[in-house]
């Protein structure tokens, strides 16, 4: 299997900008449509189930307006059916959108949006998946050699949109590992690091994925050798996925996948319960 090396470089041309455009469009109108109620992105984002980051998000253009928002959004704020019915749009713009992933991530980033299972193990930062954005650009700016200002956003818009599969129907069954030592480094300052954490509080409460969390106390740890990723796409055999110091590779051959997928369920028996995990989460925001 070939290595694949992160150059630095910028990969297929940028999104059409039309596209851009319409994100950029919708986000105003959602901004506008609020403030005209008198809420704050944290009020608003309460009440349809987002974080106020991902509010933020949408109204900057960063992140797709999913039809599922626009809709609640319409029906809260009293626009008349005019955010919902963009919601066609958003859906023909997700369809021919392309991300500038760099060329070495690509091929796992086409993968990943075609799995119906999806498992973390993480032992260095929080899943791609899961991170916010001010998360995900302190990600990209502690990155040597150092990216340009334009490569960090592209890097950061690119992530955001991964994480629209989370949102579409059927949704993955998503299962991450998250090593303790992460949540509690205070990564990018205290706020970066609480909006984190409130964020994999948010997304441990949906139905579809689960969080466990591999405590720092437990004597047992089958991860030690680094982090990795499983995914199965339907009608295809299980690969796994390791990426490390800016080297990538992609893993079909099937002893090696077994492997791996044999210690990820001697990790998740380690780890604390989904539930124990949340509750962990949940103290670590208090304190």
Not at 44 to 66: D, F
Not at 165 to 194: C, D, H, M, N, Y
Request: charged share 30%; with cysteine; glycine share 8%.
């Amino acid at each position: 299997m070939t290595v694949r090396r992160d150059t630095g470089g910028s990969g297929d041309p940028a999104d059409p900008e039309e596209v851009a455009d319409l994100f950029r469009a919708i986000g105003r109108m959602v901004k506008a449509a609020r403030e005209g109620a008198g809420m704050s992105q944290r009020e608003l984002g309460i009440a349809v189930g987002y974080s106020e980051e991902q509010i933020s998000s949408v109204e900057r253009g960063r992140r797709t307006p999913q039809p599922e928002f626009l809709v609640a959004v319409d029906e809260l704020l009293g626009c008349g059916g005019l955010l919902a019915l963009l919601g066609e749009d958003v859906e023909r713009a997700k369809a021919r959108r392309r991300v500038r992933h760099p060329e070495w991530f690509r091929h796992y980033a086409e993968l990943e949006r075609d799995a119906v299972e999806l498992c973390y193990f993480a032992n260095q930062a929080v899943p791609g998946l899961f991170q916010t954005e001010n998360y995900a650009r302190a990600v990209f700016t502690s990155r040597q050699p150092l990216f340009d200002e334009e490569m960090i956003e592209q890097r950061v818009t690119a992530r955001l949109a991964r994480q629209d599969l989370l949102a579409k129907w059927p949704p993955p069954t998503v299962s991450a590992i998250v090593q303790e030592s992460v949540l509690r480094q205070s990564f990018a300052g205290r706020a970066v690091q609480q909006e984190q954490l409130e964020r994999l509080a948010q997304v441990s409460r949906l139905r579809h994925v689960e969080v466990q969390v591999m405590p720092m106390v437990s004597e047992d740890h089958a991860g030690m050798g680094g982090p990795f990723t499983l995914l199965e796409i339907k009608g295809r055999p299980r690969m796994a996925y390791l990426e490390v110091q800016h080297i990538s590779r992609l893993i079909a051959d099937p002893e090696d996948v077994r492997v791996l997928a044999a210690k990820y369920g001697s990790i998740r028996g380690q780890a604390l319960t989904t539930r124990d995990s949340l509750r962990l989460i949940e103290k670590m925001l208090g304190d």
